[in-house]
């Protein structure tokens, strides 16, 4: 009821221009903040280890003036929606494969005042686990002759730790400092253009040769491999990190190359 509530007064200010002369009959976004809601409970279900999973990508379809409507309320009304599932998933204790995303399509088979929600409960697959290496076993020396002399062969060079290295929109990030923050804002290190991302969103830190993901207080939160974080996790090779609608790719090469 709280989450209806904080709609009606922040949403319906948001696009109180939109409604000015519009017809009462028409979708209002508490109706679709409420088939979200609706949606999220029907298609949740229960995984191993008291989990359970819920939607998070959310398209809703309008007929031809709702759809005219919602242009007109555009990316903030999306994102307030957004705001509201994850609300929502939160107080349900449901988990999340991934960021929360609300689009809007053009369903001309709709008339005014309905409207439909698909959903999508997919996320990022996650990266295989690294496999064990089992612990070698003691080398023995080899028996030598009587009479004969030894020689004792120097120890092969030892392998060069490999690099770790994200991979952001493209451009590639050898992770050489402490601490690494990515971000909208123009002070993160690594600056990213999605409105789904806060200014400052995730921090990428190093300790020795381990490297972990944290979330550094954002909105739509920070998850590893499609689980939403809290705390430091240590990335492995191959670990898929997403913020926003942003996918950064965890590696670890012997010889990175187009490395900044």
Do not use: C
């Not at 008291?50 to 242009?71: C, I, M, N, Q, W």
């Not at 451009?171 to 253009?193: H, K, L, M, P």
Request: glycine share 10%; aromatic share 4%; no cysteine.
């Amino acid at each position: 009821m709280g989450i209806v509530k904080g709609l009606e007064r922040g949403l319906e200010r948001l696009v109180a221009k939109a409604f000015r002369g519009a017809s009462n009959d028409g979708v209002k976004p508490v109706e679709i903040a409420n088939r979200l809601r609706n949606v999220m409970d029907d298609e949740a279900f229960a995984m191993s280890e008291g989990r359970t999973v819920a939607p998070h990508s959310f398209t809703v379809r309008l007929g031809d003036e709702d759809y005219d409507k919602a242009r007109d309320w555009g990316q903030p009304l999306a994102q307030e929606l957004a705001d509201v599932a994850l609300e929502h998933a939160q107080a349900q204790d449901y988990t999340l494969r991934d960021a929360v995303s609300v689009t809007f399509r053009h369903d001309s088979s709709l008339g005014r005042g309905h409207l439909e929600v698909d959903s999508s409960l997919g996320g990022p697959q996650a990266a295989p686990p690294r496999p064990s290496r089992p612990a070698p076993s003691p080398a023995t020396e080899p028996e030598i002759p009587r009479g004969a002399t030894s020689r004792i062969a120097p120890p092969p060079p030892r392998p060069q730790a490999p690099t770790p290295v994200i991979e952001v929109e493209g451009r590639r990030y050898g992770i050489n400092a402490e601490e690494i923050t990515i971000g909208r804002s123009s002070e993160a290190d690594i600056q990213v253009d999605d409105t789904g991302v806060s200014r400052k969103h995730t921090a990428i830190v190093r300790r020795g040769e381990r490297v972990y993901a944290r979330d550094l207080g954002s909105t739509n939160g920070t998850f590893v491999n499609g689980t939403r974080i809290t705390g430091d996790t240590e990335l492995l090779d191959g670990t898929v990190v997403a913020l926003g609608h942003t996918r950064i790719t965890f590696r670890l090469e012997a010889n990175p190359q187009g490395v900044k």
